[in-house]
């Protein structure tokens, strides 16, 4: 909660392990956003590229 900066929570949608994880960040850290990628584990820059940069495109393009 002590989190004063623009906050992006990305994981994938296989990344069971880490799915409530993301979930307490978004939720803990203010105005933290999530992302969820479909058809992506524990490595979703791997697993979906695109749809990772595009994310983390728009996430810093908002917040620059």
Not at 3 to 15: E, F, K, P, Q, R
Not at 23 to 51: C, F, R, S
Request: net charge negative; glycine share 6%; proline share 5%.
């Amino acid at each position: 909660p002590g989190i004063d900066v623009a906050t992006l929570v990305l994981v994938g949608a296989n990344d069971t392990g880490f799915l409530a994880a993301a979930d307490y960040m978004a939720a803990t850290i203010p105005n933290a956003e999530k992302v969820v990628l479909d058809v992506a584990g524990h490595a979703a820059n791997i697993d979906q590229p695109l749809a990772f940069n595009d994310a983390v495109s728009d996430f810093l393009k908002r917040h620059a």
